[in-house]
């Protein structure tokens, strides 16, 4: 079983989902446990739908704070769910041991106060679960100094497993990792550029930082290659190179170019989808050209190519063209100073 554990910190956020997505592809979990969700069942249904689950057990929020919510595949055979308002508890059937254990997912409070009275909680409810369960989440709690680094803002590890004897024993190679999003890095391109300072009113310093995102992103979307052409043809040509080599490890090198060039044949063709602005029936369709053609026959749609003017004349270029259109408006929207106004105001 591999699990992923996400303090999301509101799953709603325009990053958390589109990241989730590429944990998911990239680690392949049979279940995933998210905390702090700010959202309720209904959106996590979506959630589900999204990353291509089976399952999803929701603690709902309360208000705009907190909020838990498990989602697993059906691989994994989950015989019951209990909660409680900081807890997820599933009682697994687990094939490859042959046993059943419980999966507790935990969000503890930062406030040491209420955290030591979730912590008499799971103790008190251990009288359920037996000898065989495993704690995983933010438990915001360490267990000595040596968890802590760094300097003026220190970091603490507070993501954590804990197993009891009896699980321990039956997964002697059990691992804990805390893993980054490894194949893209426009999410650090998004939050350096909303963090940066600006000066003026709340509503000044917000378009100021949307306009400051949008262009970081442009920047770095030419940095990485635009739409995947240039990748497409470096893959090809590396694919080619492969097979006249054919050396030491060909097989493998051969199929894992093969995955990168379906990689950036999906994200041209998302790329185009973006922009022609439509959906395709199925996402598995190779598509592209018929998005290029939309989008080239848009561009055509928003082009004036020529202009008839009130006098029946047609516009010979496109600086007559321009004011044409000038005057239209200029005169619809002056005034021919009118005196009485009493017909209007009735």
């Given at each position: 079983?591999?699990?992923?554990?996400?303090?999301?910190?509101?799953?709603?956020?325009?990053?958390?989902?589109?990241?989730?997505?590429?944990?998911?592809?990239?680690?392949?979990?049979?279940?995933?446990?998210?905390?702090?969700?700010?959202?309720?069942?209904?959106?996590?249904?979506?959630?589900?739908?999204?990353?291509?689950f089976d399952s999803v057990f929701v603690v709902d929020p309360v208000g705009l704070a907190g909020g838990l919510a498990v989602l697993w595949?059906?691989?994994?055979?989950?015989?019951?769910?209990?909660?409680?308002?900081?807890?997820?508890?599933?009682?697994?059937?687990?094939?490859?041991?042959?046993?059943?254990?419980?999966?507790?997912?935990?969000?503890?409070?930062?406030?040491?106060?209420?955290?030591?009275?979730?912590?008499?909680?799971?103790?008190?409810?251990?009288?359920?679960?037996?000898?065989?369960?495993?704690?995983?989440?933010?438990?915001?709690?360490?267990?000595?100094?040596?968890e802590k680094w760094g300097g003026r803002g220190v970091k603490e590890m507070i993501d954590r497993i804990?197993?009891?004897?009896?699980?321990?024993?039956?997964?002697?190679?059990?691992?804990?990792?805390?893993?980054?999003?490894?194949?893209?890095?426009?999410?650090?391109?998004?939050?350096?550029?909303?963090?940066?300072?600006?000066?003026?009113?709340?509503?000044?310093?917000?378009?100021?930082?949307?306009?400051?995102?949008?262009?970081?992103?442009?920047?770095?979307?030419?940095?990485?290659?635009?739409?995947?052409?240039?990748?497409?043809?470096?893959?090809?040509?590396?694919?080619?190179?492969?097979?006249?080599?054919?050396?030491?490890?060909?097989?493998?090198?051969?199929?894992?170019?093969?995955?990168?060039?379906?990689?950036?044949?999906?994200?041209?063709?998302?790329?185009?989808?973006?922009?022609?602005?439509?959906?395709?029936?199925?996402?598995?369709?190779?598509?592209?050209?018929?998005?290029?053609?939309?989008?080239?026959?848009?561009?055509?749609?928003?082009?004036?190519?020529?202009?008839?003017?009130?006098?029946?004349?047609?516009?010979?270029?496109?600086?007559?063209?321009?004011?044409?259109?000038?005057?239209?408006?200029?005169?619809?929207?002056?005034?021919?100073?009118?005196?009485?106004?009493?017909?209007?105001?009735?």
């Amino acid at each position: 079983m591999r699990a992923v554990v996400w303090n999301c910190r509101g799953v709603g956020s325009p990053l958390t989902v589109p990241q989730l997505r590429e944990v998911v592809r990239l680690h392949s979990p049979s279940l995933v446990f998210l905390a702090e969700t700010k959202k309720k069942k209904s959106f996590l249904n979506s959630v589900k739908q999204w990353i291509q689950f089976d399952s999803v057990f929701v603690v709902d929020p309360v208000g705009l704070a907190g909020g838990l919510a498990v989602l697993w595949k059906q691989e994994l055979k989950v015989k019951k769910v209990l909660f409680t308002s900081f807890t997820i508890e599933l009682l697994i059937d687990d094939s490859e041991i042959g046993a059943e254990w419980w999966c507790i997912c935990a969000y503890a409070s930062a406030d040491a106060s209420i955290r030591r009275e979730q912590w008499k909680v799971i103790t008190r409810r251990r009288c359920i679960w037996g000898e065989s369960w495993a704690i995983m989440g933010d438990l915001n709690d360490i267990i000595s100094n040596a968890e802590k680094w760094g300097g003026r803002g220190v970091k603490e590890m507070i993501d954590r497993i804990l197993g009891s004897k009896w699980w321990i024993g039956k997964f002697e190679k059990a691992s804990c990792a805390h893993i980054e999003v490894e194949a893209s890095d426009h999410y650090e391109v998004v939050d350096r550029a909303w963090g940066s300072k600006q000066k003026g009113s709340r509503l000044f310093m917000v378009q100021a930082k949307i306009k400051k995102v949008r262009v970081d992103l442009l920047s770095w979307s030419k940095q990485m290659g635009g739409n995947s052409k240039s990748m497409i043809g470096k893959v090809k040509q590396e694919i080619k190179e492969v097979k006249e080599c054919k050396g030491d490890g060909y097989r493998i090198k051969l199929a894992s170019l093969k995955r990168k060039l379906a990689e950036a044949y999906k994200r041209e063709e998302i790329y185009w989808s973006q922009k022609a602005r439509v959906k395709w029936l199925q996402e598995e369709d190779k598509n592209t050209s018929f998005f290029h053609a939309s989008v080239a026959r848009r561009g055509r749609m928003n082009r004036i190519d020529v202009l008839q003017k009130r006098s029946g004349e047609w516009c010979k270029d496109e600086e007559e063209t321009c004011q044409e259109i000038l005057d239209y408006f200029q005169q619809i929207y002056t005034t021919e100073e009118p005196e009485v106004f009493s017909e209007i105001l009735e």
